[in-house]
């Protein structure tokens, strides 16, 4: 099970999930999904995520089971 942290690091930059949306080329929806843990990014998506917002994908998503 992995938690993240999607949405507090996109707070922190300001962004709306929108925004972070369409810079991402995903729907709004994608992104709720992946910030309320219904749905697991891609390899791919995580990365532009990770460096979009500065951080590293261990920054973004933690094995809660650790």
């Known amino acids: ?7 507090e690091f996109r707070k922190e930059q300001g962004l709306r999930q929108e925004d972070f ?3 991402l ?12 843990g219904r749905y697991y990014p891609t390899l791919g998506l995580a ?3 990770a460096k979009f917002l500065g951080v590293t994908v261990e920054d973004l998503f ?3 089971e650790r």
């Open 62 to 64: 933690l094995d809660a």
């Open 25 to 36: 080329g995903v729907s709004r929806q994608t992104i709720i999904a992946i910030e309320n």
């Open 47 to 49: 990365l532009r995520m």
């Open 21 to 23: 949306a369409r810079e």
């Open 1 to 7: 099970m992995l938690k993240n942290n999607v949405r």
